[in-house]
């Protein structure tokens, strides 16, 4: 199994552009969650999804968007860069163990500058 | 709601000498807590996990962390450190009976001083 995969892992975009990160997973995890990490601040939640077509919005949503198509896949979209957006971005996902959650398993991330 | 505060933001050992990253969680119901460890520029990767098991549970390195319920503590500790265990460590909490929330702490960076 590759785990959690990610792509690209760096990135510099200017103000206003947009990209898609890619995350995938080979698992067969329902659960996928998408983190951003800035320094010192740990993980902040921006998006997670509990199944094929289901999506919820985090923490910090504002300024992104996802979709889930397939139980794999959970693409990340930014539609119009700012530099707020600059930022390490964590993909996971896990399963229910039962009535708990099992551990999350974590992609590399994407290093993201916006300029 | 749930919550997980980690204590310390720093904490630095000498190699050889014992580790404890301190971890005090909030939980209505019985939570699941974590330890997951983040080497420079990599992901996350769990150390260890409590859900309503042992209350000591060991982990993989060599780190162990005892559940206390009356004091709601969830501390990391390992006897010996070692110069690889230099890492950005954080404690999570998640209580599906709770807010259905996978919480995590804004992490302690552990430093081994030679």
């Known amino acids: 199994n590759a785990g959690v995969t990610q792509t690209p892992k760096f990135r510099i975009l200017k103000i206003g552009q947009s990209m898609t990160l890619q995350c995938t997973q080979d698992m067969n995890h329902n659960y996928m969650y998408w983190y951003r990490q800035d320094p010192g601040m740990g993980l902040k939640l921006i998006y997670y999804s509990v199944g094929a077509g289901i999506t919820d919005k985090g923490e910090v949503p504002n300024g992104y968007n996802v979709s889930r198509s397939t139980t794999e896949d959970f693409p990340l979209r930014l539609e119009l860069a700012a530099p707020s957006q600059t930022s390490v971005y964590f993909c996971a996902s896990n399963i229910l163990a039962g009535t708990e959650y099992n551990e999350q398993f974590f992609g590399p991330g994407t290093r993201l500058t916006v300029l | 709601a749930q919550s997980v505060t980690q204590l310390d933001s720093h904490v630095s050992v000498s190699e050889g000498t014992p580790v404890l990253l301190r971890c005090n969680y909030s939980s209505s119901y019985s939570p699941s807590l974590f330890w997951y460890v983040q080497h420079p520029n990599k992901g996350l990767q769990l150390l260890l996990k409590?859900?309503?098991?042992?209350?000591l549970v060991k982990g993989i390195n060599g780190f162990e962390a005892e559940f206390k319920k009356s004091e709601t503590s969830f501390h990391l500790t390992k006897p010996s450190a070692h110069m690889s265990d230099a890492a950005e460590y954080f404690c999570?909490?998640?209580?599906?009976?709770?807010?259905?929330?996978?919480?995590f702490g804004k992490g302690t960076r552990l430093h081994i001083l030679p």
């Open positions: 409590y859900t309503s098991a042992a209350t």
């Open positions: 999570v909490v998640s209580d599906r009976r709770g807010d259905d929330k996978i919480i």
